[in-house]
C-alpha cells in the first residue's frame, strides 16, 4: 500500500520595491578636454555618475571630437539627462589642455546650468620623467 503524495507547487511572486527618484539640486560637472576628445561626467557632490557624455558618444569622428562645438553638444547631452534628476547648479572640474575645455564650461552655462566655480585640475609633473640619454650617431 503506497500511497502517491504530491506537493502543491508554490508560485513564485517577486514583489518588487518602486525605486525612489533622486532630487540633486547640486552636483559637479568634471570636463576631460584631450587633444584627440572631450568627455564630460556630471556627479553628485559625493561623486556618483548621474550622466556622462563624449563627443564620440555624440556622432563625431576623427579630428571634429577635440572642437569647441563638439563639447557644446556633449555638454546639451549630459544636461538633458541630469536635469531630469533636479540638477541646478555645479562645481566645474577641468582637466586637459584640449580646445573643448572652455566650449564645455560656456555650455553649461548656456544649457540654465548654474556655474558655482571652475577648477583646473590638470596634472602638472614637478620634476617628470628622466630624459632619455643623448643619441650618438
Not at 504530491?6 to 552636483?27: L, T
Amino acid at each position: 500500500m503506497t500511497e502517491l503524495t504530491s506537493k502543491p507547487e508554490k508560485k513564485i511572486i517577486s514583489v518588487s520595491k518602486k525605486k525612489k527618484k533622486k532630487f540633486i539640486p547640486h552636483g559637479q560637472a568634471h570636463i576631460q578636454a584631450t587633444y584627440n576628445n572631450t568627455i564630460i561626467t556630471i556627479t553628485d557632490p559625493m561623486g556618483n555618475v548621474i550622466s556622462w557624455s563624449s563627443a564620440g558618444r555624440c556622432g563625431f569622428k576623427g579630428p571634429k571630437k577635440a572642437t569647441p562645438y563638439a563639447a557644446s553638444i556633449i555638454v546639451k547631452d549630459a544636461v538633458d539627462k541630469a536635469k531630469t534628476m533636479g540638477l541646478k547648479s555645479v562645481d566645474v572640474f577641468v582637466k586637459g589642455v584640449g580646445s573643448g575645455r572652455e566650449g564645455a564650461i560656456r555650455a553649461l552655462n548656456a544649457n540654465n546650468i548654474n556655474v558655482m566655480s571652475i577648477k583646473d585640475i590638470t596634472p602638472i609633473p614637478h620634476n617628470g620623467c628622466r630624459p632619455p640619454k643623448v643619441r650618438r650617431v
